[in-house]
């Protein structure tokens, strides 16, 4: 294989998955499917990573699936892009189970299997010139990694089926209109802002952000009574926790 697709680290409770292929536009082949999937499994086995961040290098978040790897493959296309999807859905299902919240920063277009990846997240931060399209169906093909799982619980069913099925390109304050996007940032500003958030959620208290994240997943299949159980059994067990009591007394100190 050639240069690596994606680099990831680790440092200060932060572990940085980047999309590290610019001069490529950051396309998914399947090298790039391989290393998402063990930067991610690298991520949900680490329990001292606080939060991750998935960034690109270049002016380009992603152009998603890579149509002329697809192509170089015709031959056996239909292993080829299953091999594929399957690297990345684990991927996608590590970053999901890991305890510590994704963080998607989106510096440029993100298409195709990016906007799958970006609505997978649990904070989106764009550049105000960033953009968005699903790309999909324009080329006969349908999502992949989450994308029919992640769009239509952020936008609706309606809405995500609808921006799916014409492919529209988004601008960022759009996407945000439809919660694809957190927060909108001017594109001077960017780098700074995203490690602002980086570093908040690196430096909140210890396990308030993954318990909000596990809370907030099983919400999604629990019945009220099943999820109010939780949330009883979460506050306690952390409220328990001696870093928790700590803080607490701090803030009481504060106060007086």
Same mark, same amino acid.
Do not use: W, Y
């Given at each position: 294989m050639s240069e690596v697709r994606i680099k990831f680290s680790v440092a200060d409770k932060v572990a940085r998955i980047t999309l590290a292929n610019p001069a490529g536009r950051n396309v998914m082949d399947l090298q790039f499917? $391989?290393? &998402? =999937?063990q930067a991610a499994i690298a991520c949900e086995t680490n329990p001292d990573i606080k939060v991750i961040l998935i960034e690109a290098e270049g002016d380009v978040f992603s152009m998603g699936g890579d149509?002329?790897? &697809? *192509?170089?493959?015709?031959? $056996?296309? #239909? @292993? #080829? !892009? *299953?091999?594929?999807?399957?690297? !990345? #859905?684990?991927g996608v299902a590590g970053l999901r189970r890991a305890s510590a919240p994704v963080i998607a920063a989106v510096n440029g277009m993100a298409a195709g299997g990016a906007f799958s *990846?970006?609505? =997978? @997240?649990?904070?989106? !931060?764009?550049? $105000?010139? @960033?953009? &968005?399209?699903?790309? &999909?169906?324009?080329? =006969?093909?349908?999502?992949?990694a989450g994308g029919t799982y992640f769009f239509p619980r952020v936008a609706g069913f309606r809405k995500a089926f609808w921006i799916m099925a014409t492919n529209p390109t988004l601008t960022a304050e759009q996407a945000a209109e439809i919660d694809l996007v957190t927060q909108v940032v001017d594109d001077e500003t960017f780098t700074q802002d995203v490690e602002r958030i980086v570093r908040q959620f690196a430096d909140s208290a210890p396990g308030a952000l993954a318990g909000l994240k596990s809370l907030f997943r099983s919400s999604l299949t629990n019945t009220l009574d099943d999820q109010l159980n939780l949330e009883a059994r979460s506050i306690a067990a952390r409220c328990a926790d001696p870093a928790t009591l700590e803080r607490l007394i701090t803030f009481i100190g504060k106060k007086k």
């Open positions: 499917c $391989r290393e &998402f =999937g149509i002329n790897n &697809f *192509l170089a493959n015709k031959d $056996r296309v #239909h @292993a #080829h !892009i *299953l091999d594929m999807a399957t690297q !990345i #859905h684990i *990846l970006v609505a =997978g @997240a649990d904070v989106v !931060i764009a550049k $105000r010139s @960033a953009k &968005f399209n699903p790309a &999909f169906t324009k080329t =006969g093909l349908t999502p992949d």
